[in-house]
């Protein structure tokens, strides 16, 4: 933030600009923040030249186009809407994922506990068999991310171990991915992106989905219970 302790103490400064949040939960600073870092990324390999001019070119293209993807997202969400009417009430979800979208996969969950104070757990997928499948009963609510084509075999099999344990499954994959539906039960289709870009698109349903969730709660969205939006304690 401009004027902010931070900057004046740092060196060099880069602004996401994001607009002021109320919202003691952020959202939009995640995704600008890791649009920042994506350009950062881009730069230093361009300059230690380790990143083929096509594809760095590619990517920005496609970097530009994530606002209007992200629209198309926004205006797609009844599958959310169907399971929350169905969990509104679950005390606990798993967010799953590997790769890339293991690492959304957490923020989804952290999303869930800050503002529909719904107990949520983040695994990476691969590790399911180390104790996780153990709390999978009937009907647990799991949300698993299947963006990244280089493991969706993988990820399809975790899934079905989930599924074999009687879990209630949404899924979110990339557009025109029809495999995933034949293993889930809920599906959120994203368009297609770069897979590196993925995670810019995966968290706006899971950030929807948390949202959503604390309004049919009675939850106050915007001042989350004992959270504050700035800290002053170490």
């Avoid at 109320?22 to 030249?49: E, H, N, P, W």
């Avoid at 606002?67 to 009844?78: H, Q």
């Avoid at 890339?100 to 399911?128: F, R, W």
């Amino acid at each position: 933030m401009a004027d902010s302790s931070i900057a004046w103490e740092a060196d060099y400064v880069i602004y996401t600009w994001a607009c002021p949040e109320i919202a003691v939960a952020s959202t939009k600073a995640y995704t600008t923040q890791l649009t920042c870092m994506y350009l950062i990324g881009l730069f230093l390999a361009q300059a230690r030249d380790t990143i083929a001019e096509s594809e760095r070119v590619a990517i920005i293209k496609e970097l530009k186009k994530l606002g209007d993807k992200v629209s198309v997202i926004l205006n797609n969400c009844a599958v959310i809407d169907q399971f929350v009417d169905i969990y509104k009430d679950a005390p606990n979800a798993f967010f799953i994922g590997r790769g890339l979208d293991q690492t959304v996969a957490m923020e989804g969950a952290l999303k869930l506990k800050e503002i529909s104070y719904i107990h949520a757990e983040s695994y990476a997928a691969g590790e399911l068999k180390h104790c996780t499948l153990a709390l999978i009963v009937e009907g647990f609510p799991v949300i698993a991310l299947a963006t990244q084509q280089n493991l969706f075999e993988k990820m399809v099999s975790n899934i079905k171990e989930v599924k074999a344990r009687d879990a209630t499954v949404m899924a979110v994959a990339m557009a025109g991915i029809e495999e995933i539906e034949k293993v889930v039960d809920h599906v959120l289709h994203i368009p297609n992106t770069h897979p590196l870009l993925a995670p810019v698109l995966t968290v706006v349903p899971l950030q929807i989905l948390a949202y959503r969730m604390a309004v049919v709660r009675g939850c106050d969205v915007d001042q989350s219970r004992n959270l504050a939006k700035s800290v002053t304690v170490e």
